[in-house]
């Protein structure tokens, strides 16, 4: 096998097996550890973490430790939260969500630049043009990743169905069920119960396990990557000019416009992993149904975001925008309404499935639409992007116990509201500025960056 593939496979699946774990727990978090909100509580503070990282640490360990010990130490960070996850705590999850934050950007960050020198390298020993073989490089990665969301939600929907307290959900207990849900956790004790504790064991196990074949498998079989030096350090910028970079370029008034879109990709994930999972889901099903609801959305996510990155050159990003929010606005109005119950098992599987829809597009086009407006500046807009959205996932976390679930809905369909508004002053000013060139007529994909800000 031909060496900088065989390099690529081994990154793939080192971060297949590392968020097959990560994945499971993000989604288990609101429902495993719901005593005083410390599973979304930890999930704020991980967001937050990740965006103090992003500003400074990628370029600090990959210069330090090169590519490939980067992306071992960082995949540590993300055994310490499943390691945290045996005895839920605020005195360990919160440390370990911190140490995980950390490690989320150098690990993205690396897997980036390995992928990219490699395709290079391979590029010119093959007299090959650079750019088509670093796009294949990240395809492949995105092929084997993208599988990681249906692994670990399996893994733990199958773990946790083997649970013998199995109880019958009353009639009373189901009153506390969906958008006009019970702020208590004592409310419903049926369907939130949690696990026998060797169930929640076996499971974080297998999850920790995973990790450790992902940091192994690095380890082992990557190669330490060569670049030139020299060069690399000439044109990477300090911390400060691209710390500056970032700020600077809100001085762009569309940048500002696209705040409230890009933070809307935080509050729509966050609201699915952290409160439909809790309140419409375990509450009225059970925690066990959990992973198998999370299938559904990243399965449907995942065959959506390859479809759309394909179709938007001939349909135009303008039109999926439109798909996505008339889908989320009408998901959000059907949540508001619906009074979730196991009889209506089906209805489960087609809230995550049509919420898969809309994330595809918000993360293909959204990305597309960040390279195609700021080419010239690239670096400083995804610095923006990684901002903002991740703020959207600590406000989305932050307020996930405070409020009740219709309150988070109408807040939900308000930012999706002033995303539309804002997106539209864009493409309007867009199109005042070269009306020969219609924006939507070129070609939009999400590209590698498309999932980067997933952690």
């Given amino acids: 096998m031909e060496r900088n593939l065989k390099n690529v496979l081994v990154i793939s699946f080192g971060f297949l097996l590392l968020f097959t774990a990560y994945g499971g727990l993000q989604s288990l978090q609101s429902s495993l550890?719901?005593?005083?909100?410390?599973?979304?509580?930890?999930?704020?503070?991980?967001?937050?973490?990740?965006?103090?990282?992003?500003?400074?640490?990628?370029?600090?360990?990959?210069?330090?430790?090169?590519?490939?010990?980067?992306?071992?130490?960082?995949?540590?960070?993300y055994i310490a939260f499943s390691l945290g996850n045996f005895y839920a705590s605020w005195y360990t999850l919160i440390p370990t969500s911190v140490i995980l934050g950390l490690g989320g950007a150098p690990l993205w960050s690396a897997k980036c630049t390995y992928l990219t020198i490699a395709g290079t390298s391979y590029a010119e020993k093959a007299g090959k043009n650079a750019k088509d073989i670093i796009n294949q490089y990240f395809g492949v990665f995105f092929l084997v990743f993208q599988s990681s969301g249906i692994w670990g939600n399996l893994i733990s929907s199958l773990i946790l169905s083997q649970s013998s307290t199995k109880v019958e959900i009353s009639e009373e207990d189901l009153e506390c069920c969906g958008a006009y849900n019970c702020l208590t956790d004592t409310t419903n004790t049926t369907g939130s119960a949690k696990p026998s504790n060797s169930l929640i064991y076996t499971l974080l196990g297998v999850y920790t396990a995973s990790g450790v074949l992902a940091v192994l498998l690095v380890i082992i079989f990557l190669d330490q990557i060569k670049s030139d030096?020299?060069?690399?350090?000439?044109?990477?910028?300090?911390?400060?000019?691209?710390?500056?970079?970032?700020?600077?370029?809100?001085?762009?008034?569309?940048?500002?416009?696209?705040?409230?879109?890009?933070m809307y990709s935080g509050f729509e994930q966050g609201f699915l992993s952290g409160d439909y999972t809790k309140?419409?889901?375990?509450c009225a099903l059970g925690i066990h149904y959990v992973g198998y609801v999370m299938i559904c959305?990243?399965?449907?996510?995942?065959?959506c975001?390859?479809?759309?990155?394909?179709?938007?050159?001939?349909?135009?990003?303008?039109?999926?925008?439109a798909l996505a929010t008339v889908t989320n606005t009408a998901c959000i109005i059907a949540l508001l309404l619906w009074k979730p119950h196991p009889k209506q098992l089906a209805v489960f599987f087609v809230f995550p499935a049509l919420w898969g829809l809309s994330d595809a597009v918000w993360q293909?086009?959204?990305?597309?639409?960040?390279?195609?407006?700021?080419?010239?500046?690239k670096e400083a807009a995804f610095a923006n992007?990684?901002?903002?959205?991740?703020?959207?996932?600590?406000?989305?976390?932050?307020?996930?116990?405070?409020?009740q679930a219709y309150i988070k809905l109408y807040i939900l369909l308000s930012v999706l509201v002033l995303s539309m508004v804002t997106y539209g002053a864009v493409e309007y000013l867009e199109a005042k500025s070269s009306p020969g060139t219609p924006a939507a007529t070129k070609k939009e994909k999400g590209g590698p960056h498309s999932q980067e800000t997933r952690m």
């Avoid at 979304?40 to 360990?61: D, G, R, W």
């Avoid at 309140?279 to 375990?282: E, H, K, Q, S």
């Avoid at 959305?297 to 065959?303: H, P, Q, T, Y």
């Avoid at 293909?364 to 500046?377: A, D, M, S, V, W």
Wanted: glycine letters at 6%; a positive charge.
């Fill in 33 to 77: 550890n719901s005593e005083e909100g410390l599973g979304v509580a930890s999930l704020s503070v991980l967001y937050a973490a990740l965006i103090l990282s992003s500003m400074f640490l990628p370029p600090i360990l990959i210069k330090k430790l090169g590519c490939k010990w980067t992306i071992a130490i960082s995949m540590c960070c």
């Fill in 229 to 262: 030096q020299a060069e690399t350090e000439k044109e990477k910028p300090s911390f400060w000019s691209t710390f500056l970079a970032t700020f600077l370029h809100l001085k762009d008034k569309r940048q500002c416009l696209l705040i409230p879109l890009t």
């Fill in 385 to 403: 992007y990684r901002l903002w959205e991740s703020l959207g996932f600590v406000i989305a976390f932050g307020y996930s116990t405070k409020l």
């Fill in 279 to 282: 309140v419409y889901v375990t």
């Fill in 305 to 321: 975001s390859l479809l759309f990155g394909k179709i938007s050159q001939f349909t135009g990003r303008k039109l999926l925008f």
């Fill in 297 to 303: 959305f990243a399965a449907v996510n995942s065959l």
């Fill in 364 to 377: 293909t086009q959204t990305n597309g639409l960040y390279g195609i407006l700021f080419e010239k500046h």
